[in-house]
């Protein structure tokens, strides 16, 4: 069997670094409040869904996210896209990541970090490639205390209600008068994790619709 032409190799992998790039970018200016940078990321139609937002519109997202970090600090990212894929000028792409913030809660100092992946779709527009959704698949998250041995306040049985995939998360929003939806994405729900992915297969396709 014949090798694929060299030429179509380097627009596979020139494709696959451009959108690696775009991902790891557009959290970066995010942390840094670079928010033109961020804005420059995403398609003027993006949808977005995170813990805190749900919501259409790169604009719109980049401006709740002024908002949302001048009323809570700055959590930060770590990215590591992984997996992509490209049918034409349409692509998705799946990144192990990280979320982790140091705050103080009841007057104890602590440590939080969300085990998840990002996922979007992107779409390559005037020759670029953009960002045409952002939303995030839940793993797990941990909570311990900045300073060994003191004691984390939290309520035993609250934690016990929440989503096991980010039930740190839910509570640590709770505390900044945030209501975490429980219907997020999920490793805990894999029927509703199979049922995305598969949705984003057919769109990558051309068989599915935008978001709702």
């Known amino acids: 069997m014949a090798n694929p032409d060299h030429s179509e190799r380097l627009a596979v992998l020139l494709d696959r670094e451009e959108l690696f790039d775009l991902v790891r970018r557009e959290r970066f200016a995010r942390d840094q409040r670079l928010f033109d940078v961020m804005r420059d990321c995403f398609h003027d139609d993006a949808y977005v869904r995170t813990t805190w937002y749900d919501g259409r519109g790169g604009e719109a997202y980049v401006e709740a996210t002024k908002t949302w970090m001048e009323r809570t600090g700055n959590s930060k990212h770590w990215v590591f896209p992984a997996y992509a894929r490209v049918e034409g000028d349409r692509a998705t792409v799946e990144s192990p990541a990280k979320i982790f913030n140091r705050t103080t809660v009841k007057g104890v100092e602590v440590d939080f970090h969300a085990y998840c992946r990002f996922f979007s779709r992107a779409v390559r527009d005037e020759g670029r490639w953009k960002l045409m959704s952002f939303e995030v698949l839940m793993e797990r998250d941990e909570l311990r205390p900045v300073h ?65």
Not at 169 to 193: H, K
């Open 148 to 212: 060994a041995g003191e004691a984390l306040p939290v309520d035993v049985a609250q934690l016990a209600g929440l989503r096991p995939s980010y039930r740190f998360l839910t509570w640590i929003q709770s505390t900044r008068g945030v209501t975490v939806s429980q219907n997020l994405l999920g490793d805990d729900r894999p029927a509703e994790l199979d049922a995305f992915h598969q949705g984003e297969t057919a769109w990558l396709a051309g068989t599915y619709g935008a978001h709702k």
